[in-house]
């Protein structure tokens, strides 16, 4: 047993509760064939049609990264459904101004009514992955292979931030999956079923991070003091090309890999790193549920660690401020 494996064994002890869903729904989620590859919850426009050069070469590699990109955002998709089913509300399949979240929730809370509401304005937009009018609370999905970084792009911050500011004031949660499966977009030979399969058998541990600790990581002004939590990648501007977007949207924020551990298994002492109080905070350990089967394999039981403002009402008038 590797040392992980054996910390993620000491760890699940203290996860004793099992996670009930929030809509009591049967343990059980089908995903729909046509949507193993490419889920609907993502288009794909890499090129205009007119702009796709006749080269054999390149026609080929846009061919394979879609390919690739499809079978991330198949995983994606997966954990974007079990936030659904775990917390509740429905995936987002969309971009949507911040302008329009009240005139959805004057209406209906109701998936179609809120897709009809998304406008093309220049107000600040943000796609949250699932989204819970009833509740006001809104998720933000990250899948991260072992040993990676949890990124956090400055556009979407930024969208978050615009959201947070709202009266009454919305919860915002990040939730990230840590999984063990390797080359999902390279090995292209593995079969999307089997994909399915090793997801489902590798998925490690989930932590919910809430929008006040995100804010944190993402404060560039304590950026130089905190290089051994967070690092800043943005690359040089350069004026777009048609059919590409702009390289500052690129900009992000990478907490690092030990620091997602250390949430997993001390999140007082890294909250103190960050300056923050951790009485501040509430934490409950889960366990995923038991039992739990996406199309008919069987998901593994795997740790979730839930992070909570204490008095969120407080937090979110402190930082409008």
């Not at 702009?51 to 990264?65: A, D, I, L």
């Not at 991260?144 to 400055?154: E, F, S, T």
């Amino acid at each position: 047993m590797s040392a992980l494996e054996n910390l993620l064994l000491n760890i699940s002890r203290l996860h004793k509760t099992e996670l009930v869903p929030v809509n009591g729904r049967k343990l059980e989620l089908k995903i729909q064939r046509d949507k193993l590859e490419l889920p609907t919850s993502t288009q794909f426009k890499l090129f205009e049609d007119d702009q796709v050069s006749t080269h054999g070469t390149k026609r080929k590699y846009n061919m394979r990264e879609k390919i690739c990109s499809s079978r991330t955002q198949a995983i994606s998709y997966l954990y974007e459904k079990l936030i659904s089913i775990f917390y509740g509300g429905f995936l987002c399949n969309a971009q949507f101004d911040i302008l329009s979240v009240d005139e959805a929730r004057e209406v209906r809370s109701d998936e179609e009514i809120f897709s009809l509401a998304i406008k093309n304005g220049d107000n600040i937009k943000i796609k949250p992955d699932v989204v819970d009018l009833e509740r006001n609370i809104y998720w933000e999905s990250k899948c991260i292979a072992n040993g990676g970084r949890l990124p956090l792009r400055d556009d979407q911050t930024a969208g978050y931030t615009a959201l947070q500011r709202r009266k009454p004031y919305p919860k915002i949660n990040f939730m990230m999956f840590k999984h063990n499966v390797e080359d999902i977009r390279l090995n292209l030979e593995r079969s999307a079923d089997k994909l399915f399969s090793e997801i489902c058998s590798n998925t490690q541990y989930a932590i919910v991070i809430p929008m006040s600790l995100i804010a944190e990581f993402a404060d560039l002004s304590k950026l130089a003091e905190r290089n051994d939590l967070v690092y800043r990648y943005a690359p040089k501007r350069i004026a777009p090309r048609k059919g590409r977007k702009d390289p500052t949207s690129r900009h992000c924020l990478y907490v690092k890999n030990p620091i997602l551990y250390g949430l997993l298994t001390e999140p007082e002492k890294v909250i103190k790193d960050l300056g923050l109080n951790p009485q501040e905070y509430t934490f409950k350990r889960v366990m995923s549920p038991d039992e739990f089967c996406v199309n008919d394999y069987l998901l593994r039981p795997f740790p979730i660690l839930q992070i909570e403002d204490r008095d969120h009402e407080s937090w979110s008038r402190e930082f409008i401020r």
